[in-house]
């Protein structure tokens, strides 16, 4: 009887996924250590991040990958087996406790010789590397490039993307891949060709509204190579921080919501404001970002610094951001057929959670300094 068990749950896990079940369906949330830790992060700091996010209502609003970023790394062992370095100890237990808590965990490395904080990279040692993550039950690589350039040309990394995520298929665990290269090449054109779930589209985001606004602005364009299973990655949030006013994160979280971008919190889990875990868990918003259809958002108005951008949903409706990148409030305006409503529509506000009634022709309200509102149009 065990051993049928046994069997049968082996087998439900090697089967391939179904339809439906496609790794990535929606955008990948969850928490990344980078932005708050960077080389100082300890396994402690996983398990914090992985308590909060189970306890905070973060992961009923859907958050689920706990990624370990770069500096977990420690040496190789005569075999060419990769170890942790003494503040993460035992990678297996790490994994067994955020599991634990109904989570997921994932992992960093480099297809050069070192990471780009210079730990141990996966150069040659890709399939044994990636044998390991689905031994110790990782489900999610980050893949960056870093010193990857001084062993290949640019050229190369679609082959070089590609070897990893075959050796990640060969090990028969499901393991989101995010390919991390800051852009180069026109990733969006082969990223999900070679096996990517996700791809950034930049370099690094920071905690200042000029940096982050950049990087999202900048993202108009690219909607037509993001879809169910692969996404563009303007790069993790910064929402809570610290560097950033409640305007300026409201407009970070919105922006991304309409961009169906990876919605991945870079902040001190464990300490972190009722306003920035508002943020962060407002459903509404977050229904935009994980809309079924998987559509890509983009800009379909703009007089200077003030911008209109839609997202068709899955319902038939739109999300639409009002963006005022100004220095001071001012008037935007949503002119209903710039989204192909020729009569009326109803409106709703996402940061709100209230009915604003119907509207005919356009809408207009007032959006703070570099802040935006969110809406939700039928
Ligand atoms: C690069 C990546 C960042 C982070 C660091 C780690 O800069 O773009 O997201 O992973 O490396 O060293």
């Known amino acids: 009887m065990t051993k049928l068990w046994l069997c049968a749950a082996l087998m439900l896990a090697l089967a391939p996924l179904g339809e439906g079940q496609e790794l990535a369906a929606t ?20 398990r914090a991040a992985a308590d909060a996010m189970a306890s905070n209502g973060m992961k009923e609003a859907g958050y689920t990958y706990v990624n370990i ?31 634990s808590k109904g989570l997921k965990i994932g992992i960093y490395s ?26 110790w039950g990782i489900d ?101 921080n610290g560097g950033m006013g409640h305007d300026e994160y409201i407009t970070h979280m919105s922006l991304w919501a309409m961009l169906a971008a990876p919605l991945l919190a870079g902040n001190d889990l464990s300490k972190m404001s009722a306003a920035d875990l508002a943020i962060l868990t407002n459903k509404e918003v977050i229904f935009v970002d994980q809309d079924a259809k998987g559509v890509q958002g983009h800009r379909v108005a703009q007089q200077g610094p003030l911008e209109v951008w839609a ?33 009326s529509a109803q409106i709703r506000d996402l940061w709100a959670h209230r009915d604003l009634g119907s509207f005919t022709g356009s809408y207009t309200v007032t959006v703070a300094k570099h802040g935006a509102a969110l809406l939700k149009v039928k």
């Open 110 to 135: 480099s297809p050069g010789p070192q990471t780009c904080a210079h730990h141990e990279g996966s150069y040659q040692h890709e399939a044994q590397d990636a044998k390991q993550y689905a031994a």
């Open 27 to 46: 955008p990948p949330m969850g928490w990344n250590s980078w932005n708050h830790f960077a080389c100082k992060v300890t396994a402690g700091d996983i």
């Open 311 to 343: 997202k068709p949903l899955a319902d038939g409706s739109y999300g639409v951001g009002l963006f005022n990148r100004s220095e001071s409030p001012a008037p935007v305006t949503l002119e209903l057929k710039d989204i192909g409503i020729s009569g």
């Open 140 to 240: 999610y690589l980050k893949y960056d490039w870093c010193s990857a350039s001084q062993v290949y040309k640019p050229s190369q990394m679609p082959e070089v993307y590609k070897k990893m995520h075959e050796a990640l298929a060969a090990t028969g665990r499901p393991i989101v891949y995010s390919l991390c290269q800051y852009g180069m090449e026109r990733v969006w054109q082969w990223g999900p060709g070679v096996g990517g779930n996700l791809w950034r589209t930049t370099g690094d985001i920071s905690d200042h509204y000029d940096r982050m606004a950049l990087i999202g602005f900048q993202q108009n364009g690219l909607q037509s190579f993001a879809g169910p299973g692969h996404w563009n990655d303007p790069d993790m949030l910064e929402v809570g």
């Open 69 to 99: 970023d770069d500096c977990w790394q420690g040496k190789r062992d005569a075999q060419g087996n990769l170890h942790p370095n003494a503040r993460f100890g035992d990678i297996k237990a790490l994994v067994d406790y955020v599991h």
